[in-house]
């Protein structure tokens, strides 16, 4: 069974198809505010922090409602918020947070199906995608509660309330905790979506697989169009299972974007000028290391998250840290 924002298929099913290519509480973001953007006027590099090796964690350090004993950690989509404070989605609903790093993950009650997507708003907001549907938290993780199912696995909230939901072949959008969608039509011609952020409740970006970068000022109204400037040969990987691209916009002019090619290269890229016009390099620890990482940028572009996932083999997320030039 398929719908136009993504198929509905066991996990194992979905792992084959990326390699084919194929509500509410505050403490949260404000619509409307946004990162800083010190530091992103000239292209810096990225330093590995840590690797999470999930298989190897010990017993005591993996808390919560856990399940059955023989239930392995199994880890789709990772993204650390800051330095101690991450959120791991997986298989059978299985989310969990860490407070302390990655040290010790406690896992939320309650059972759906693979989870696929995820966007951290803060310490206390977060949101996660895939079959069945979409859920919210807005006390860390600790309880997840499922509102109505949207797109997948791109996801960009400002808060509890207000945010995107996208698969490869369609955008919606929400401004009542995903009681209901809106679907939103970028002009994307024969592409399909490998990453969008929204950066206010008009402002928001859309990024096709070609390179193109829409963008709107009107809440999706009308677009305005750029480009990331591949090189020839070049194509962003659109999938439903995990994002292999990331993308945030820290205010009108400054922006990232890291993306995973199918050479096992990495990249990443930054604007001044709105898209205009991009500086990139490449991410050189990650070459070969993975066919496709899924890719969590936190909201502030400081730590990148980059999960080889257990429907690859490895079950592995590397933490890193921009450093400004």
């Known amino acids: 069974m398929s719908s136009r ?5 066991v996990c194992v099913a979905l792992g084959l198809m990326v390699l084919e290519g194929c509500a509410l509480a505050p403490r949260s973001a404000t619509p409307g505010a946004t990162p800083t953007a010190s530091g992103f ?63 010790s993950w406690t896992k ?38 499922t509102v109505t199912p949207a797109g997948c ?12 939901a996208a698969s490869p072949s369609g955008l919606q959008a929400t401004s009542d905790g995903g009681a209901s969608w809106n679907d939103l039509s970028p002009p994307l011609d024969t592409q399909s979506i490998a990453a969008v952020a929204l950066r ?27 480009s990331l400037g591949l090189e020839t040969g070049e194509r962003l990987i659109a999938a439903w299972v995990g994002p292999n691209v990331a993308m945030r916009f820290f205010d009108a002019q400054h ?29 050189p620890e990650l070459r070969d290391q993975s066919y496709y990482y899924h890719l969590y940028l936190a909201r502030d572009g400081r730590l990148l998250t980059v999960t080889d996932a257990y429907v690859n083999g490895a079950n592995v997320s590397i933490v890193l840290r921009y450093q400004q030039p």
Request: hydrophobic fraction near 35%; charge should be negative.
């Open 5 to 9: 924002y993504g198929p509905v298929v």
């Open 41 to 103: 006027d000239s292209l810096g590099r990225w330093e590995v922090v840590r690797q999470i090796e999930y298989y190897n964690l010990p017993e005591e350090n993996l808390k919560g409602d856990i399940g059955p004993a023989y239930t392995p950690y199994l880890v789709s989509l990772a993204g650390f918020h800051t330095d101690a404070f991450g959120i791991t989605v997986g298989p059978d609903d299985d989310a969990r947070y860490t407070t302390d790093g990655g040290q």
């Open 108 to 145: 939320a009650a309650g059972e759906l199906h693979c989870r696929h997507g995820l966007e951290i708003v803060d310490e206390r907001v977060a949101w996660h995608c895939g079959n069945g549907g979409t859920r919210v938290s807005t006390d860390g993780g600790q309880t997840w509660h």
């Open 153 to 164: 696995p791109y996801l960009s909230f400002l808060d509890a309330q207000t945010g995107w």
């Open 200 to 226: 206010t409740v008009n402002d928001g970006y859309v990024l096709g697989t070609t390179g193109d970068l829409f963008v709107t000022a009107d809440g999706g109204q009308s677009w305005g169009v750029r």
């Open 255 to 283: 922006g990232m974007v890291v993306f995973a090619l199918s050479d096992r290269t990495v990249w990443f890229a930054i604007t001044r000028d709105g898209g205009q016009s991009w500086q990139r390099a490449e991410i």
